[in-house]
T-cell receptor, first 116, second 118 residues
Framework: DAGVTQSPTHLIKTRGQQVTLRCSPISGHKSVSWYQQVLGQGPQFIFQ???????GRGNFPDRFSARQFPNYSSELNVNALLLGDSALYLCASSRIQGARSGNTIYFGEGSWLTVV | AQKVTQAQTEISVVEKEDVTLDCVYE???????LFWYKQPPSGELVFLIRRNSFDEQNEISGRYSWNFQKSTSSFNFTITASQVVDSAVYFC???????????????FGSGTQLTVLP
């Protein structure tokens, strides 16, 4: 089975533009989470979706939004890009929400966003 | 609030040496999970281990071993006989809120860059 797939893998945007990042979870997984990883730091939680509903949100401005589709894939949107939004954006999927026993959280390879 | 501290920013060892990566966590919850992930240059976070707060039994998996001590809020990771392929950034992470059913996110440390030299 395919792992968590993300697209695009790399992109460059200009300040003020908008970006959409896409994630396809592992088949059978209904929970998708998004993390931002700035260079030299650990990933920071942005959103978690389960069964197409937002179940958790990290400390990010309203310029960040996301949604989950009926097939459980997800999109992360960032509006009015700032230089500080340059980061690796990681998508994670799991069968159910949360880090319970038997519910391993798997990550994709991420989308590298550079804002110039 | 939950917090994970990895005080070692970078570690460099020669192949076949043993190396221990330190992780200290803070949480108010009595029920929580701790994790280690490995991040190679490709960017993908590779799951290594999960341990719940009620299970302090140390674990060994091949060349990897983990030492969980609630008394010191530590969850350290040891690689025995390190290999060049072990070179990566290693992250410790915490998920709390399980007792309330609200476990939804991982809180990561800042990572430790491990370089294994041939």
């Amino acid at each position: 089975d395919a792992g968590v797939t993300q697209s695009p893998t790399h992109l460059i945007k200009t300040r003020g533009q908008q970006v959409t990042l896409r994630c396809s979870p592992i088949s059978g997984h209904k929970s998708v989470s998004w993390y931002q990883q700035v260079l030299g730091q650990g990933p920071q939680f942005i959103f978690q979706y389960y069964e197409k509903e937002e179940r958790g949100r990290g400390n990010f401005p309203d310029r960040f939004s996301a949604r989950q589709f009926p097939n459980y894939s997800s999109e992360l949107n960032v509006n009015a890009l700032l230089l500080g939004d340059s980061a690796l954006y990681l998508c994670a999927s799991s069968r159910i929400q949360g880090a319970r026993s038997g519910n391993t959280i798997y990550f994709g390879e991420g989308s590298w966003l550079t804002v110039v | 609030a939950q917090k994970v501290t990895q005080a070692q920013t970078e570690i460099s060892v020669v192949e076949k040496e043993d190396v221990t990566l330190d992780c200290v966590y803070e949480t108010r919850d009595t029920t929580y999970y701790l994790f280690w992930y490995k991040q190679p240059p490709s960017g993908e976070l590779v799951f290594l281990i999960r341990r719940n707060s009620f299970d302090e039994q140390n674990e060994i998996s091949g060349r990897y071993s983990w030492n969980f001590q609630k008394s010191t809020s530590s969850f350290n990771f040891t690689i025995t006989a390190s290999q060049v392929v072990d070179s990566a950034v290693y992250f410790c992470a915490l998920s709390e809120g399980i007792s309330s059913g609200s476990a939804r996110q991982l809180t990561f440390g800042s990572g430790t860059q491990l370089t294994v030299l041939p």
